[in-house]
Each structure stands twice: as structure tokens, then as C-alpha cells.
């Protein structure tokens, strides 16, 4: 049985629809994202998980229990917040003892609960210190730490990781995948950031305007997203117009402006389509050698260097512009081209995805 079961939920602010008819289970121990922009009804969503929104229509089941009549402080769960919501005037043992405090936990139980806690998120050590003297990411093992000593049966994760720099987030996110799986309890994240889902989930659900676009696990979200939106919205991607025209075996004849590519497809496909090609898939070179069953001619428009990666936007013949990712191996090749060189590009119909939707 999933550990949560949201079933068929509406939620309605007056005459605004924040979540249309949801529904999707969250397994035991997994670590699960909700991911989208800002408006598309994923914070609604956890805030409804928590007790804090009540469901327009619908049922919530956490743990096997229909939440309708539940209140927040009854819930299996407990939630950590964007601002992490650090009580500035105790030192990190009392704000993580709060909850157990005002519950009537006996003292020698929290202590020990405590210890354990603080010993989960790496802040052994710690706890006589005042939140001011610790960094952003400290602060937020507190929040986790606090969140975490009551044992709930799910962790609310509402974009924990935002109030940091990305240096520091990074870390975190490794952090947070590891924490989740030595403790051994469900997390469930909202998060905008799809390389924050991408490197710590185990399934993904992609949310816009109020609704699930697909649900996955990172790979599957990636390489074969279900529509445009998701296609664009994980990751870069180049996206080609095209019109169906034939079928053969498992492959998909689309004319584009690059000319025939047979794409691998098991579902039915006509008219008006898309074409997704990932940055990384497409060569590129100076020469007209470059391999691929698609080649085209095109010069550098821009470049943005990232150090271990260049994203190169090249115009090409076809009147589009594309995005490449170039791997800097070498300070040679970085300087191999430059903006307004001619080059070539080139990639397998395999590496496309035919998006229907």
C-alpha cells in the first residue's frame, strides 16, 4: 500500500482553480519531487498533505487514513519550510526539542531523540549554539533536525534548499538524498528547480497549471517526457516543428526543415508534431565529416562558456536557431571556434523525441 494516496483532488480559491482533478501514490521510503513553475499547484498540494488546505473534492490517504478529519498537529508528518522558521532566541538543542517539549515528551527521551537528530543531519556538537552564530545550511539541518526528531512517517520538504547559493545547494541536495535514505521515511519535495529534482528524487511528478503532466523517475522525465512542456521544462532542449508523414516498423517519419528523420515511436502520430532534441546529442565541427543521419550547415550566433561545458547557439541554414553542448576537454577546443564561424552539425534520428502533445 503507497504511503500517501491523493485521489481525485480539486482545490479552488473562489472562482481560481489551484489543483484540477489529482491524483497520484507516493510509495514507503521513496523520495519524491513535485516540480513545476511558480503557480502550477504543487505548494498547494503539500500544504494540503500537511493539514494547512483542505481539498475542494477529493480524498488524501496518508498511511492508510482518509486526512479529511485530521488536523495538522494529528497528521504522520512533518514539514520543513523555505525560511526554515528557526526560532532565532533558542539555541539549536531547543529548537529541535520544541516539538517533543510541547507534546509532554519525558526529558531523558528527548535528549536521546535529540542527540539522534542532530547526529543524522552532521550537527553533533552543535546544539549550545545560537542560531546566529551558524552558516544558511547549518541553520537548515536545524529545521530538518527539528522535523525530524518527531519521527513522522513523511517529511514536507517546501523548497528547502531555495535560500542558499549554489555552491552550498549543491552540497545540500546530495546531502538531502542521503539523509532520506538513512532514515529510512518518505520525503516529498516542491521544488522549481529541475536539477534539484533530477539529482535527488526517486520519482518525479511534472505539475503545471494545476495539473500532473507526467510522472516518472528522473531518466524517464528526461529522455522521453511526455509533451512539450515537460520537454521543456527539464533541462535544454531543441525543439522542431514537423508533419507526420508515414510510418515504418517502430519508426515515425517526420518532415522537418532539416529534412526526413525516422523516429522511434510505439503510439499513433499525424499531423502537426514536435520534434525534441537534447543539446548534448548534437555534434558539431568545422568540417562537413560530422557524423549523424541529419547534418546541417549553420554559424556560431552565441557562446557561453561554463568551464567543463559551452553551450553553443549555432543559426543554422534552416532558419532556426540550436543549442549545443560542447564537452571542454581540451583548452584547444575551446578556442577551436568562435562567434560567426561556420560549422557544421549533426545528429542521429534515434537521439530525437517525437512529441504528439
Known sequence: ??????????????SVQALKETSLDIETNEFFALLGPSGCGKTTLLRMLAG???PTSGRIIIDGEDMSRVPPNRRPVNMVFQSYAVFPHMNVEANVSYGLKVTGV???EIDRAVAQALDQVGLAGFAKRMPDQLS???RQ?????RALVKRPKVMLLDEPLSALDAKLREAMQLELAKLQIDVGITFVIVTHDQDEALSMADTIAVMSAGEVQQIGDPAAIYESPANRFVADFIGKVNLIDGDVTGASGDRVNIQTTYGTMAIPYDGPATGNVAVALRPEKIRIGRDNLIEGDVTVKGRIAQWAYYGDISNVYVETDGGKTLSVVLQNETRARVHSMD???DVHLGWSSEDAILLTE
Not at 539541518?141 to 533536525?145: C, G, H
Open 136 to 138: 544558511g545550511g547549518q
Open 52 to 54: 494547512f488546505e483542505e
Open 1 to 14: 500500500m503507497p504511503i500517501i494516496s491523493i485521489d481525485n483532488v480539486t482545490k479552488s480559491f473562489g
Open 106 to 108: 519525558p526529558r531523558s
Open 339 to 341: 562567434i560567426g564561424d
Open 141 to 145: 539541518r536545524v529545521a530538518l533536525a
